[in-house]
């Protein structure tokens, strides 16, 4: 059965810090690794993640995939109270017919709290 | 040009009614996923819909549970006779193309409470 995990499952930081959150998979046919910040409210995509060991930046976040190990990691450096949300972690799976969609398997989350 | 559309915010149903969630997709995107979040779990796929098809229900529970997007209008998430477990919040989510490229954006989801 295809599954993403998530660790850890919350985290607790003062602002400033930094943070790694990890996901692994096992699934079939992988397609492409997505991240996504949920705070209280709609998912907002971050990062996608298709080839190994090319490191994605934005700001204070950066992600990359390990193909071989099958997961990966999202930093968050100087953490801000702002971060404070949870970050869910899917993978893409193909249809039938080989073509890549947005069917995705989420794990379920670190909750990352961020202290003033 | 405004983000995926989801109504109403909040639904409150008793046991055997019937609820109707509606999405309203981001201009341009024809491609509509569906998603359940249900408490401490992660978000699940439910069904996958293009203008007028069904392409892929495979996370739909087999009763009560019915999902269209017609020609014109919003997608619209059904379900019959709902039960308490059926609580939860649901998400719509649309994208633009099918190349394997394109992520999905999510609406703000609906937060159904069977009473």
């Known amino acids: 059965e295809d599954k993403v995990v998530q660790s850890p499952l919350s985290l607790v930081v003062h602002e400033g810090d930094t943070v790694t959150l990890n996901c692994s998979y096992e699934?079939?046919?992988?397609?492409?690794l997505l991240w996504y910040k949920q705070e209280k409210k709609a998912p907002t995509f971050l990062f996608m993640l298709?080839?190994?060991?090319i490191e994605k930046k934005s700001g204070r976040l950066s992600s990359i995939l390990d193909k071989k190990e099958l997961f990966s990691i999202l930093n968050i450096t100087a953490t801000q109270t702002g971060d404070s949300a949870v970050y869910l972690c899917?993978?893409?799976?193909?249809?039938?017919?080989?073509?890549?969609?947005?069917?995705?398997?989420f794990g379920t989350g670190t909750l990352l709290a961020v202290q003033p | 040009n405004a983000g995926v559309m989801q109504n109403p915010r909040h639904l409150v149903r008793r046991r055997g009614q019937e609820a109707r969630l509606r999405c309203s997709p981001m201009?341009?995107?024809?491609?509509v996923y569906w998603y359940r979040q249900l408490p401490e779990e992660g978000l699940k796929f439910m069904v996958y819909?293009?203008?007028?098809?069904?392409?892929?229900e495979s996370g739909m529970p087999k009763e009560r549970f019915s999902a269209e997007f017609p020609k014109e209008g919003p997608s619209i998430l059904r379900i019959q006779q709902v039960v308490r477990g059926d609580s939860a919040a649901y998400f719509c989510?649309?994208?633009?193309?099918?190349?394997?490229?394109?992520?999905?954006?999510f609406g703000q989801g609906t937060r159904l409470t069977v009473v």
């Open positions: 989510a649309s994208s633009p193309v099918e190349r394997g490229r394109s992520e999905a954006f």
């Open positions: 699934v079939t046919n992988f397609r492409s």
């Open positions: 298709t080839s190994s060991g």
């Open positions: 899917a993978v893409r799976l193909p249809m039938n017919y080989g073509g890549a969609t947005n069917k995705l398997i």
């Open positions: 201009k341009g995107h024809s491609h």
């Open positions: 819909l293009q203008k007028e098809n069904i392409i892929d």
